[in-house]
């Protein structure tokens, strides 16, 4: 009689589980069909996503939005700590920008805001994906990141 018991509530849970998701009942279709809008999918990704990183630093990129528009000044702000979990002081750091496909240079040169906080304007020249290819330096110790900036947005 337990078994039969509890195999009824492991059945009714189950079914619980797979057919109801209150949040995903209240999205338009529009954003249930988006990626990582279906019921049960992690949230999609915002804002610059670290691929790679090498060297002695840690880095975090913020651009100040989630929808990052072409042809509009864009502030970076770059994150650096050191292996001791310290802001890095007295650095040199820059962004390069790069797409599939050949631009040109696009450079952001960062300065230091306070020790472990650098910041600069660049320009997305055009709509699409971006890579932010970050390099610090500081004496003979230099570090490497590469971030991923999806979907910025043509603006006319």
């Known amino acids: 009689m337990k ?13 619980l589980a797979a057919g109801c998701n209150p949040a995903a009942e ?30 002695p630093f840690r880095f975090s990129l913020d651009i100040g939005t989630d ?6 000044k864009t502030k970076f702000t770059l994150m650096i700590l050191t292996e001791k979990n310290e802001g890095l002081s007295g650095a ?7 797409m599939d496909h050949p631009m040109g240079e696009n450079r ?11 910041a600069g304007e660049g320009v997305f020249t055009m709509g699409g994906d971006w ?3 970050v390099t610090v330096k500081k004496g003979a110790e230099q570090g490497t990141a590469k971030f991923l900036i999806k979907g910025v947005a043509f603006e006319k």
């Open 26 to 55: 209240n999205k338009t279709p529009e954003q249930a069909s988006a990626p990582g809008g279906g019921p049960g999918a992690p949230a999609a990704p915002t804002g610059p996503q670290r691929v790679s990183q090498e060297g």
């Open 108 to 118: 952001v040169v960062l300065k230091e805001v306070r020790p472990g906080n650098y």
């Open 67 to 72: 929808k990052p528009k072409n042809l509009v």
């Open 131 to 133: 890579v932010a290819n």
């Open 3 to 15: 078994n039969a018991i509890f195999g009824a509530a492991a059945v009714l849970l189950a079914v």
């Open 92 to 98: 040199t750091a820059t962004i390069d920008l790069e």
